[in-house]
Each structure stands twice: as C-alpha cells, then as structure tokens.
C-alpha cells in the first residue's frame, strides 16, 4: 500500500544543535516529495519540494532535504536549529498519476 | 495562509447536528483540497476540484460528508449528522499553479462535536 512515514513523533533538540527530520515513502515509483511546517496558530506553509534532477534541495528558514531512492527517504534537515524552528513537520508525496497528496503524521519539533 | 480564507475559524456543535465550513480563496486557483487533521495524525485527505472536471471524493470518509465548490471558487464542506469522531481541524489548500502539489493552506476550520 502507498504510504509516507514519520518514525519520530516529537524530537527535542537544542538551540544551535543540528537537525535531521525522517520521512520514508513506499509507492511504486518515485512521486513528488515535499516538506511542509505548521508553526503554532498558522497554517501550513512549504519549506522545500523536491521533483526531479539534483538530490539535494534547498528551501526556505535554512532548511534543505536529501531524497535518496534507495532508501526511499527524504529527510529534512537544517545545519544549526533557532528557537524560531519549534513548529509541526509534515512530509507529503504525490503521486504523478493522481492528485492524492499524502501527508505523514508529522514530527513535532521542540527546541531548548 | 496567504490567498485562502476559511470559516469560521472555531465551531462547537452537539452530535447529530449538521455542520458547513467555508473555504475562500483568492480567485484564479483552479485547485482546491480539503483535508482532516485529527490529533496526532497527519493530514487525511478528503476531496480535491479541478477547475470543472469531476471532484475526487475519493477521500471522503462516509455519505455524512459532501463538498461543492460554486463558480470555481468558494467551497463548501457539509457535514450531516455530526459524531465526536468528526472532531478535527479541517484545512483548505489551494493549488496556484506553479507547479505540481504545492499547495497554499488555510488557517482551518477546527470542529468540537460535543
């Protein structure tokens, strides 16, 4: 079955650590892959997506994503995390086929 | 979120009573979605219109629910009957155009079925 995974329901890192936030998709063939954060009160809004072509992709706030198809993984990470980052995280694919874009049950980032 | 509007932002209602959320968008997006965000899950997708092509419903978890979308803008999700399991935040997002997927939220509707 299709599917997007968030291993890590809530992480706590502190100010100025580094950050690495799992998403793992399992569909037939690559779909689109995305990143998107709900900060407190505020809808959500589109960090990065990742399409085709270079792996590696940058998006806003610091944050960047490395898709790797082997691992079917498109973990999002930012090199030095602000009290400002404290927010819901959410993975999402979609499929190139259909317009049914999945989103993972999200990773709640605390920042100390 | 920027370009979509929703109503009203907060809605208690008693179990078994019917319940509409609005969504507004700013006009020229031919893409709109509705999704479910229940507590501690992720976001459940519901319903998606595309300009004037059939919506997919496919999401939409029993006959209780219904949306329409007037004039491809403003929609409209309705819920009948309303159950404690309905309780969630429903969001809107709509899709501008400038590229697959990338969507533009509301603030959502958050539903309290008491």
């Known amino acids: 079955a299709q599917s997007v995974t968030q291993p890590d329901i809530h992480i706590t890192v502190s100010e100025g650590a580094s950050l690495e936030l799992r998403c793992n998709y399992s569909?037939?063939?690559?779909?689109?892959l995305f990143w998107y954060v709900q900060s407190p009160g505020q809808g959500l809004q589109l960090l990065l997506k990742?399409?085709?072509?270079?792996?590696l992709v940058q998006g806003i706030k610091g944050f960047e994503a490395e898709f790797k198809r082997s691992q079917s993984s498109f973990n999002l990470r930012k090199p030095s995390v602000h009290w400002s980052d404290a927010a819901e995280y959410f993975c999402?694919?979609?499929?190139?086929?259909?317009?049914?874009?999945?989103f993972g049950a999200g990773t709640r980032l605390t920042v100390k | 979120g920027a370009g979509v509007s929703q109503s009203p932002s907060n809605k208690v209602t008693e179990k078994g009573k019917d319940v509409e959320l609005r969504c507004d968008p700013i006009?020229?997006?031919?893409?709109l979605y509705w999704y479910r965000q229940s507590l501690g899950q992720g976001l459940e997708f519901l319903i998606y219109?595309?300009?004037?092509?059939?919506?997919?419903k496919s999401g939409l978890p029993s006959d209780r629910f219904s949306a329409e979308r007037t004039g491809g803008s403003v929609s409209t999700l309705t819920i009948q009957r309303t159950q404690q399991e309905d309780s969630a935040v429903y969001l809107c997002?709509?899709?501008?155009?400038?590229?697959?997927?990338?969507?533009?939220f509301g603030e959502g509707s958050r539903l309290t079925v008491l």
């Open positions: 999402a694919v979609l499929p190139y086929n259909n317009n049914d874009m999945r």
């Open positions: 569909y037939g063939a690559t779909p689109y």
């Open positions: 990742y399409f085709s072509g270079d792996t």
């Open positions: 006009s020229g997006h031919t893409a």
């Open positions: 219109f595309q300009g004037n092509s059939a919506p997919d």
């Open positions: 997002a709509v899709q501008p155009g400038s590229g697959p997927g990338e969507l533009f």
